[in-house]
């Protein structure tokens, strides 16, 4: 495997997925002196995929329905 001119590698797929490196995973990486590591930083107060989702899905509806009537149709 080779570093690219801009400094780039390839993390192969499966140390990827045994790592749990998805797309948009925030990496980092650790320098002692001898040995290079890459590890998933640490998230501190950064919100969850998931939070994010529903962030940026929140006030996008234009139907205007009560609660009772999207379960009445998700039960149909």
């Not at 140390?15 to 040995?35: M, N, Q, S, W």
């Not at 995929?49 to 929140?58: I, N, S, T, Y």
């Amino acid at each position: 495997m080779r570093i690219t001119s801009k400094g780039q590698v390839t993390i192969p797929q499966d140390i990827r997925e045994r790592a749990g490196l998805l797309p948009h995973t925030e990496v980092e990486f650790v320098y002692d002196g001898k040995v290079v590591q890459l590890r998933r930083a640490d998230r501190g107060k950064k919100a969850s995929r998931g939070a994010r989702l529903v962030e940026h899905m929140r006030g996008r509806g234009t139907i205007k329905l009560t609660t009772d009537q999207i379960m009445a149709m998700t039960r149909r």
